[in-house]
């Protein structure tokens, strides 16, 4: 089974690659989003999780809008930037990889809303208990083996990239882009 963290690294540096343009432009997060979501789509068509669907702004869980419970114990409704999951069609393990992405210059509360988001959506469960009878997904999102923050910062020309699993921030990547030759500024 290949790990999610190779795979959203294969798919990162073929995008920070191929796009570092677009990247350094100042273009949306919403665009550079759906630009990445593609490579992800490609980097999975090869591995155990062919099957599943790479969306953008996804915020759907059995026709209702996906909630968490963050840890004031309050029901929210969640909308990532980009997600890895099944649409609910594998319940036993429906999501797999979610990342929100911001620029460095976005205000701080809004970053840190973000990395509390990824900390409840890889939790193995939102109330330490998980009942899975085998059809029915539960009714707060959960489980995600991968969560990642992912932060574009244009004047240092780089990423960078925290990674959670289990609820907890695992780890930190920086990643530098290499300039192109055609960028606006």
Known sequence: MKNTTIIFENANKKFLNNEVDLILSG?????????LMRYLQ???KETNY???HVDVEYNRNNGKVKTIIDQN??????????IVHSRGEIPEQNNIIAIEMKKSTNRNSEKIK????LIALTKETFDDVWSFDGTNLPEHVCRYKLGIYYEVNIKRSEVYV??????????TKIFKL????????
């Open 27 to 35: 273009v949306s997060e919403r665009t550079l989003c759906g630009s």
């Open 42 to 44: 490609e980097e999975i």
């Open 50 to 52: 062919s099957k599943y």
């Open 73 to 82: 114990i309050e029901v929210i409704p969640i909308n990532c930037d980009i």
């Open 114 to 117: 973000d990395k509390n988001r």
């Open 162 to 171: 925290e990674y959670y699993k289990k609820g907890r921030l695992s780890s």
């Open 178 to 185: 290499k300039l192109g030759s055609n960028h606006d500024r």
